[in-house]
């Protein structure tokens, strides 16, 4: 269901889905947190269909 992935500048991103908001169906959900827990950012991607999200790495961007 979902992937935690530590980001390089401290903090992690957290991967999964919800039905809460966003286009329909299943969608995939993203939300940032810095490393005292504190959201920074949320996104949310999908269509009308269900949508999912695999377990994913981060690559630095230099």
Same mark, same amino acid.
């Given at each position: 269901?979902?992937? =935690?992935?530590?980001?390089?500048g401290?903090?992690? +991103?957290?991967?999964?889905? #919800?039905?809460?908001?966003?286009?329909?169906? /299943?969608? =995939?959900?993203?939300?940032?947190?810095? =490393?005292?827990?504190?959201? =920074?950012?949320?996104? #949310?991607?999908?269509? +009308?269909?269900?949508?999912? +999200?695999? !377990? #994913? /790495?981060i690559? !630095? +961007?230099?």
């Amino acid at each position: 269901c979902c992937s =935690v992935i530590e980001t390089t500048g401290g903090g992690y +991103v957290l991967a999964g889905w #919800t039905r809460s908001f966003g286009s329909g169906g /299943k969608d =995939v959900y993203l939300l940032k947190i810095d =490393v005292n827990g504190d959201i =920074v950012w949320t996104r #949310t991607y999908g269509g +009308v269909n269900d949508d999912s +999200v695999i !377990p #994913t /790495k981060i690559k !630095p +961007v230099s």
